[in-house]
Every structure is written in C-alpha cells, then in structure tokens.
C-alpha cells in the first residue's frame, strides 16, 4: 500500500498532470448531462483474471477532484481477482466520478497488468536463488507506478533512475575507452558506497571487468554456454546480472546456471493492460 504522505510527497503532481491532461478546460460531455451537484455511486468491475494494482492511486484520483468522495473495497495491491468480481466501490460527486473515471481506471488497468506479468515471471523463479529485476523501459511519467507495481507483482527494482546507481554500458565504455578505463572513473568519481555495474558481451569482457574490480558484472545477451563459462570465471568474486531476451520460458534454465540477478525489460515494456470498469453509475440521496 503507499502511505498518504507517499502519495502527497510523490505522486499527486502525476495524478494532476494526468487529470489536465484529459480535461483542458472543462468535461464537456459530463457537464451537459449534470448541471448541479448530485452525489453517487458506482462500481469498480474485475473483466478477467489477474493481480490487483493501483487501488490507492484509483482512490487518490477522485479524492483530488472531490474531497468528499470514498472508496469502499475489501480488496488491496497483490490480492488475485477474478472476471466478475466487483472490487469496490467510489462514492463521491457524479460530475468528479465521470470525469475522473478513465485516468483512475488507465492508471489500474496499466498497474494491474504488470503486477499480473510480473507474478507469472516470478513464479518462474520460485526454489531458485536467482533474483527478477526490472529497468528503466518504462513509459514516461508513468516509472513511479510502473516500478511499484513490479514489486506488488513479486520482483525487485533495478535502479530507479540515473541517479539512483552507476551502470556502465557499451556506450559507456566506448566514451571511456575501454572497461578498465570505465570502472576507474567510476571508481574516482562515484561515492566510495556506491556499487559500480558493468556490461559486458563476451568472456574476455568478463576477465577484464573482473580484474579492474567491478562490484556487479552484466552478462549481456549471452546465449546460455557462454553465461556458464562467464559465472565460473567470476566464481563469486562479483555478482552477476543476466540481461537481454529475458523471456518467461528462459527463466528457469537462467537460474539454473548460478546468475545472481536477472533483468527484464518486458515486465514494464510489454505488460497488457488487466480489463477492469467502472459501471451502474446511480445517484444516492
């Protein structure tokens, strides 16, 4: 769940660039069809199966259009629904309802979806010791949302931005001249708490990478004998990252050759949306 002072501190500037977004100047349609306030109801409907995400984000957005609306709901982020289930409640001002309704529901159905893909990834993994990450292929103005709703789906945050950790890819590399060459200014320039990953492609990269001492080494793209040959090399002297085509049915055999982490870009990229809506809109007196 995020806690209020989470959503006022980090996400309410989203929820409101959103809501601008869809109604530049007025709601058109809904204020033609009510002219006066009227409070009402309406229920939140699950289409199909999946993990619940989104719930406080789907509350926060009516509550910043009317403060007297409320949600009512037995169920919270993580909890599986089912086609039919009727999540909740939202109770509040019929014009707030109307127009709010498709950005609470884009940010639930977007949420939802990638807590249900990222639970079907996990699940992959369940025994082994490997751990699922994701990245920063997020879409933009959506990576707070995106990023909590991995962890709802069962996996762990990469990186949260490029503040957030030094990771030097081949463009990287290239800039500096060479990996040894990038993991020394890393090591200069970075705080010495800092941990210094590294992309690398082949096993000579691997050595290299190893004897200039980075903290984490990416086996990019490797195909599965190479990421073998690539974690005995390193034998526990860093820890590794398996990255690029990451798929669902790859997973488990990932797992099985000893990777510390492994990296999906899929989880936030190309997770469909979970079918959810909001229906039987009637006033209350």
């Known amino acids: 769940m995020i806690n209020g002072v989470t959503m006022r501190i980090n996400v309410d500037d989203y929820i409101l660039n959103t809501l601008k977004e869809d109604i530049t100047s007025e709601d058109v349609s809904t204020n033609a069809v009510m002219p006066c306030d009227r409070q009402g109801k309406a229920e939140l409907i699950c289409k199909q199966n999946g993990i619940l995400c989104g719930i406080d984000i789907f509350k926060r957005t009516f509550e910043l259009l009317d403060n007297t609306s409320r949600f009512e709901s037995d169920f919270k ?10 999540i909740g409640i939202i109770y509040g001002d019929i014009k707030a ?23 079907e990834y996990a699940d992959e993994l369940e025994g082994y010791s490997t751990t699922l990450l994701d990245t920063r292929k997020t879409t933009p103005n959506m990576r707070p949302f995106e990023k909590y709703a991995v962890t709802v789906g069962g996996a762990t945050n990469h990186r949260y931005n490029l503040s957030d950790g030094v990771l030097l890819k081949d463009n990287h590399i290239g800039a500096a001249g060479s990996i040894t060459k990038a993991i020394q200014m890393a090591k200069a320039y970075a705080p010495f708490v800092r941990k210094i990953e590294i992309e690398t492609e082949t096993l000579d990269q691997v050595k290299e990478a190893l004897d200039a001492g980075a903290d984490i080494i990416m086996l990019d793209n490797m195909d599965n004998d190479t990421m073998k040959k690539a974690v005995e ?34 989880l936030t990229h190309s997770a469909p949306i979970m079918d959810v809506s909001l229906k039987n809109l009637t006033p209350v007196e």
């Not at 109307?98 to 249900?116: F, P």
């Not at 990252?241 to 669902?248: A, F, L, Y």
């Open 77 to 86: 982020d993580g909890d599986k629904v089912h086609n039919g289930d009727i």
């Open 97 to 119: 309802i109307l127009s709010g309704e498709r950005t609470a529901l884009n940010y639930l159905q977007r949420m939802s979806g990638i807590a249900t893909l990222t639970r």
């Open 233 to 266: 090399i390193i034998n526990g002297k860093a820890q590794t990252e398996c990255s690029g085509n990451v798929t669902k049915e790859r997973l488990k055999e990932i797992a099985q050759l000893g990777v510390d982490f492994v990296s999906c870009g899929a």
